[in-house]
Every structure is written in structure tokens, then in C-alpha cells.
């Protein structure tokens, strides 16, 4: 095991926007670049970043919109989330391509680049995420979690009771755990009508096409309690007979935070494969 840097902040700018990043690992290794999904950010992947980065050199990017990252981004579309990826790799691992992992909508980011820009992925993980688009008569999706995360109560006075209005999951306790500290109280580092945006493009098509068309070694990964869609999951297989697919036992769409030993422990040894 080689010596390997702590992770620490770094900017990437790409036309009007900072990209907040995580970095750090080995240097000279394989490079990696986590996606986080709708309302995470880079802090909910730092274990996992942790975990690989006595191999790897890892870098985690709050995406446009979320985190640290420029709040209000006057373009969300598919397009920007994977143009900003592909810049995070280009300006951040070395001049070489990197193992794109993703999750939910990260994912599905992923997905976009490793079709659109093939040269700068090595590999691909999608963990529960898949082609986008929505089931007939599910077409409120983007408005209903729009509405949701209006609904909170914000600011909260303190993590723990966030936490617990946020259902006392996992993920909640992660959302809490990275809420903003401001003057009044505790504020999440998004706003509810960017993600509803941000989220929109995602529900509006399917992306068979791009699914396809990629040409780098890939790894689905599934919740056995996850979202992704039965039928979309068996064709995105049957399309790409040649992918790894996986189920993490008792973890939901949120794999990463509820197994994480597990997930960690699947991720590096698929990397290293």
C-alpha cells in the first residue's frame, strides 16, 4: 500500500460555475470520481472515498447546484451535470481516465459521460441508477419531490432533531450531518425549485441509446430493497449482456449509506479486478 494524500477541498471553474471537490488518494494511481445523487453531496461519499484512496487516487465533486458548489446554476441539464463531470476529470486525474461512479442520479450522470466522452472513462459503476424517464402517469415526479423538499421546516434547530424529521435513516442523518450552519439555524445546501430543475431532464427521457452505445467495462449495483425498476434493470442487461451486476442484501435506493462496509468492500474490489 502505497502513501496517500487526506482528502481536502479543491475548486474546478467551468463556464460561470464552481465545482467544490473532495480530492486526494495516492498519487499516480487509477484515478476514481464519485457522483453523488439529487440533494447529496460530496460528504455522504467521503467513507467511500476513505476507503479507496489507499489505491486510488479519488475525487469527489459537489455537482452544480448542491454542496458546496455554485447554488443556482443557471443551466441543469443533462448536458451541464456531464460536461462538469468530464471537466473534473480532465482538470483533476492526471491527464488519464477515470472509473466514473454514481449513484441514483450521479449515476445516471455517469452513464451520460461514459457515452459522450468515452475517451475519459475507464470504467463504469451505477449504483441504483439507470436510463432515466419516468412510468406513464408518473409524470408529477420532478413537481412531488420538488413540493417535498420545500416542505421542510427549515431552519432546524439542531442536527438530531433534522435527522428525525427526516425520517432517522441513514440518508437523513447524512443530509443532517452536512445541513449549513447560517445565522438563524441549520439550512440544507440546496434550494427545493434547483432540484426539482436539476431533476426534470432526468424523468423526461430515457437514455437507451446512450446506455448502448458505451464501450467501458461496467458494473450495475442494485439495493435489494432499491428503486431502480425491475423491467428497466433487465433491459439495461439484456442490452449490455456483458455488464457485472450485483445485489447489496437488505440495503435500499441509498446502498452506500445503508451497507456501507459492504459496498465499500464490493466498489474496491471491483476496482482492483
Known amino acids: 500500500m502505497q502513501p496517500f494524500d487526506e482528502l481536502r477541498r479543491v475548486e474546478v471553474r467551468r463556464g460561470g460555475v464552481t465545482l467544490s471537490c473532495l480530492a486526494g488518494g495516492a498519487a499516480g494511481a487509477p484515478p476514481v470520481v464519485l457522483l453523488h445523487g439529487l440533494a447529496g453531496a460530496a460528504e455522504e461519499l467521503r467513507p467511500t472515498a476513505e476507503a479507496l484512496a489507499p489505491r486510488h487516487r479519488v475525487v469527489v465533486p459537489d455537482q452544480r447546484g448542491h454542496g458546496r458548489s455554485t447554488r443556482r446554476p443557471a443551466d441543469v441539464s443533462r448536458r451541464a451535470y456531464a460536461a462538469d463531470a468530464a471537466a473534473v476529470v480532465e482538470h483533476l486525474c492526471g491527464g488519464r481516465p477515470a472509473a466514473l461512479v454514481g449513484q441514483s442520479m450521479g449515476g445516471h450522470t455517469a452513464m451520460l459521460v461514459a457515452a459522450w466522452y468515452p475517451r475519459l472513462v475507464s470504467r463504469l459503476v451505477m449504483l441504483e441508477a439507470g436510463v432515466g424517464g419516468t412510468a406513464p402517469g408518473d409524470e408529477d415526479y420532478p413537481a412531488r419531490l420538488g413540493r417535498w423538499f420545500a416542505s421542510w421546516p427549515v431552519p432546524f434547530a439542531d442536527r438530531e432533531s433534522a435527522a428525525a424529521h427526516l425520517g432517522g435513516t441513514p440518508t437523513a442523518r447524512a ?10 439555524g441549520l439550512r440544507p445546501r440546496f434550494d427545493a425549485d434547483v432540484m426539482e430543475a436539476a431533476i426534470a431532464p432526468v424523468a423526461a427521457e430515457a437514455r437507451w441509446a446512450e446506455w448502448s452505445s458505451i464501450a467501458a467495462p461496467t458494473l450495475l449495483v442494485r439495493g435489494e430493497r432499491g428503486t431502480v425498476p425491475a423491467d428497466e434493470d433487465a433491459r439495461m442487461r439484456a442490452e449490455r449482456p456483458e455488464v457485472h451486476h450485483t445485489v447489496i442484501a437488505g440495503a435500499g ?9 459492504a459496498w465499500q468492500a464490493l466498489l ?6
Do not use: C, R
Open 175 to 184: 443530509l443532517a450531518a452536512d445541513l449549513d450552519e447560517t445565522p438563524d
Open 253 to 261: 435506493h441509498d446502498a452506500h449509506l445503508d451497507a456501507p462496509a
Open 268 to 273: 474496491a474490489s471491483y476496482l482492483s479486478s
